[in-house]
């Protein structure tokens, strides 16, 4: 498995501002992902974060919007944008590990936008 | 119609009764399985990962897989008060990297001392 942190733990921003956040992992990985998680629905893929490239981001989700960095190997950071109350959700970060290739998850940002 | 349909809860049941846990797909394509369990305010960890159809057995949890009719179970034996969470099914059509999961809603389970 994997052990990975995300910061911030939680924030609350105001309309129309952005916020960055960072995920770290313990060891070298290829593939980062960021997911969304709103109340009631399911963890939606934002983008797919592969170090040395471009993101790729899924249906309805735009770089302006979701600008994502790659430094390296172990960090990846995810930028919410010009934000609105839409916004408020959780963020995790995940990364594929093990002899399968399965994904292991951050501990979440959880976003409120007023 | 979702590709992927969990059962919505919540669900509430007493300490050391078994807890059966499902999700319907419709995406045939679909052949790796896995169930993940969120504790509150905690990211989702990795619960069981399977291949195909078939049973597979950790411990307390059994996932279960019957391909034929698009349905995968969790069961949880002697269920726990440390076993409330949300349970989130996903799956995927391929494995190896960089495999895209498609996920349930998630159900939240609350195991009563």
């Known amino acids: 498995s994997a052990v990975i942190s995300q910061k911030p733990s939680r924030d609350i921003c105001q309309r129309g501002t952005s916020l960055t956040i960072q995920c770290q992992v313990d060891s070298q990985v290829t593939m980062m992902f960021w997911y969304r998680q709103q109340p009631g629905q399911s963890l939606t893929l934002i983008a797919t974060a592969n170090q040395g490239s471009e993101a790729t981001y899924e249906s309805g989700f735009v770089i302006d919007k979701f600008p994502i960095s790659r430094p390296n190997l172990t960090f990846s950071t995810l930028t919410v944008s010009n934000m609105s109350p839409e916004d408020s959700s959780i963020y995790l970060c995940?990364?594929?590990?093990?002899?399968?290739?399965?994904?292991?998850f951050g501990p979440g940002t959880r976003l409120t936008v007023t | 119609q979702k590709e992927v349909e969990q059962d919505p809860g919540p669900l509430s049941v007493p300490e050391g009764a078994i807890v059966s846990l499902n999700c319907t797909y419709s995406n045939s394509a679909f052949q790796y399985f896995m169930w993940y369990r969120q504790y509150s305010r905690k990211g989702p960890e990795l619960l069981m990962y399977t291949y195909s159809s078939g049973n597979k057995e950790d411990g307390r949890f059994t996932a279960q897989v019957d391909k034929s009719s698009k349905y995968i179970s969790l069961f949880i034996r002697d269920s726990q008060p440390s076993d409330s969470a949300t349970y989130l099914c996903?799956?995927?059509?391929?494995?190896?990297?960089?495999?895209?999961?498609?996920f349930g809603k998630g159900i939240t389970l609350s195991v009563r001392p």
């Open positions: 996903a799956m995927s059509a391929r494995g190896g990297a960089n495999s895209k999961l498609t």
């Open positions: 995940s990364v594929e590990a093990g002899p399968f290739y399965e994904q292991y």
